[in-house]
Structure formats: structure tokens, C-alpha cells
């Protein structure tokens, strides 16, 4: 139910009640409406099913304190006359639709205004558009937008962390008159219309409203001799190069936000927000899972067997692992530390898989070897599925 339907509903006509009932009578007159309209009573009864949506939104209003008072103050401005039509400026005919359309009637967006004013009440709403001290848009200060940029980061750079330029092509303060929009030598003067407050207060009736100032368009200054750079706007589109830190152990896909580094503010306003969304290069030898690093190298036979000390590398140098005698394909090897090493956190591991390998083709020599081997050595564990294969059916 919109703002609007407030002024045309009398929600205690709808319960039969007068404007001093109690809570009691309001609940007693909405059970009696309830049992007497619901819809299981009245199969097919489309006037009862409406009536009996009315009675609930009836007594919704007016079973709360807070939105039976808001009720009762907004049904009372508009029966005063505050709002008649013929009120607007310029002598335009005014509606209070008008109003309701822009915050929570027809045409505004989802959750704008209140919806049986769970959001802002009527007495917020209609001090915030009617008081002096506020409301309309003006053009003081204003904070700049946000940017967005995206940069592609080496493996190692985005693991190790790094310091780049980016060069950025946005609206930028004008260096010329440094922002006021003036032509240097000259100073924009304080507008004498809004003294500088970029706002004008109209009285309407009972109530007084403010818009922006025609003489400066809301900027609360005037500029005399534009600036020939930026032609008064105070702003130019430049490139503008910053430097970007990224931190030891930036992910790919991961967002980094730097305060202030956006696009500069209008008339003093703060500056926007850069964000820079980072993607990073695969390896073509390392891996990563969180802060740790991923390797795979390949061990020979006689290796996984006998065991080895084995050199791999790592980011900053070399590491020996000890492969143990008998490891098996597949297993695991940590080098501790040598994986993301953070500011705020411990260093990740390096998880180096070693992969036997086997050859394609071998000497003659080696195959006798072989041969020899596979003769010494005892068979593989192979009992159980022996023993599955030779059960009957």
C-alpha cells in the first residue's frame, strides 16, 4: 500500500470505529469484520474478500501506535487545506500525488519512500522537504565518483607483492585554476542571491521549502571570468598516473580498494574510491592453493625406490627434499615457509608431488636389469582382487 492510499482510505470508516477509539474497540470491531468476511466463510464472495483485505489494512495502521499517529497527522494536514491545489510556485495546480510519487508512490523504485511507512515516517518525510533547512538538490561540495581499473599481474609479482603504475583516464581537477573554475588572477565571489549557500527559501502557505539558487545554479558561487582551460567547470578529463601497491599474496580475481584515489571531488568534496580488479598470469611450473605454492617433479624408478635427495625450486632459490626410499607416486613433499609469505599472517608451505616416471624405451642393458629386479623383489600386494577374480559368479 503506497503513501497516496493514506489519504484515500479512512481506515476507522473501514472498522467502524471513531477517531477516539481505544486499542480494544479497534481490535474488537476488526476480529467481529474478520470472522464475518473471511474468505472460508465466503467461498467465491469476491466484495467479502476485498472488504476483508481493507479491514486488514486497517487495522495494520491502526493497531500500531507509530503508524496510527503518522496516519492520524498526515490525514489532518491535507483535511486542513495545507495542500490545496493552486499552492505550487508559478501558479501551477498542485496535487499531492505529486509529492508521493517521488518517494514511495507510482513510479518510484523498490523500498523508495515508505511502505506503510515502515521506513521513514510522514513527520520525517515531510520535514526534510519542507523545512528551510534542507532539502532539493544543490551543487556544494560534492564527493567524486568511484573508478574502476584492472590490472594483470606475473605470478610471481602478484605472490610476491609489487609496486606499479597505472595510468588512468578520467575528470581530473583542473590544474589551470586548480579547481574553483576561474580564470587565474580572478576569484569567484560568494553569489549574493543565496550568500552562498547555493539554496533559496520560498514560503508556500504554512510551510517554507527550499530550491537551488537560479542566480549560481546551486553552486553558492559565481564565477566572472571563466577559466579558458576548464571553462569555469573547475575540472578537466586528463590521464593521471598513480602508483598501486599490491600486497605479498594478491589472488587472482580479488578487488582492491584505495580510499581517495578516484576521481577528484566537485567545489572541495572528498575524492571518490579506486577500485582495481587484479587477474593473474598462470605459471607454467608453480601453482597455488591459498598461500601455498604447488609443484609436480618427476622422479625415476630407481629413485621412488632407493630414495634421493631432490633439488626444486622455489620463488627466491633452491630447496633439497628428501625423498624417502620406497615413496610411491603421488606423494607429497612440504618445503615449510617457501610458499606466500604475508605481513599478517605466517608464510604458506611449497607441496611438491612427485610423479615417477616411467620411460618409453630402455637399453638392453637396463631391461636385463629390469628383468633381474622384477625377479628379486617380491610381487605386488595384489591378494584381494585375486582372490575377487577367481570367486565363482
Known sequence: ?????????????????????????????????????????????????????AASEAYDVLSDDKKRKEYDEMRSL????????GARPGGAQFDPS?????????????????????????????????????A???RGPQRGRDVEAEVTLDFVH??????LPLTLRSPGVCDTCHGNGAKPGTTPRTCPACHGSGLISRNQGSFSFSEPCRECQGAGTIVEVKCPECR??????????????????????????LSGRGEPGER??????????????????????????????????????????????????TVTLRVPPGTPSGRKLRAR????ARRDAPAGDLLVTVEVQVPSSISDEARDALETFAKLTPPAGRERIEARRHRPG
Open 1 to 53: 500500500m503506497s503513501s497516496k492510499d493514506w489519504l484515500e482510505k479512512d481506515f476507522y470508516a473501514v472498522l467502524g470505529v471513531g477517531k477516539s477509539a481505544s486499542a480494544d474497540e479497534i481490535k474488537k470491531a476488526y476480529r467481529k469484520l474478520a470472522r464475518e468476511l473471511h474468505p472460508d466463510r465466503n467461498p467465491g464472495n469476491r466484495e467479502a474478500e476485498e472488504k476483508f483485505k
Open 78 to 85: 491535507f483535511g486542513s487545506g495545507a495542500f490545496r491545489r
Open 98 to 134: 505529486d509529492l508521493f510519487g517521488s518517494f514511495g508512490g507510482a513510479g518510484a523504485p523498490p523500498g523508495a519512500g515508505d511502505r506503510r511507512f515502515g521506513g521513514a515516517g510522514f513527520s520525517d518525510i515531510f520535514s526534510s522537504i519542507f523545512s528551510g533547512g534542507g
Open 136 to 138: 532539493g538538490p544543490r
Open 158 to 163: 602478484a605472490v610476491q607483492g609489487t609496486t
Open 232 to 257: 569555469g567547470t573547475g575540472g578537466v578529463t586528463k590521464n593521471r598516473t598513480i602508483n598501486v601497491r599490491f600486497p605479498a599474496g594478491v589472488a587472482d580475481g580479488q578487488r582492491i580498494r
Open 268 to 317: 572541495g568534496g572528498p575524492a571518490g574510491d579506486l577500485y582495481v580488479q587484479v587477474k593473474v598470469r598462470p605459471d607454467d611450473l608453480f601453482g597455488r592453493s591459498g598461500d601455498d605454492l604447488t609443484l609436480t617433479v618427476p622422479i625415476t624408478i630407481a629413485e621412488a625406490v632407493l630414495g634421493t635427495d631432490l633439488p626444486v625450486p622455489t620463488l627466491d632459490g
Open 337 to 340: 615457509g617457501k610458499g606466500v
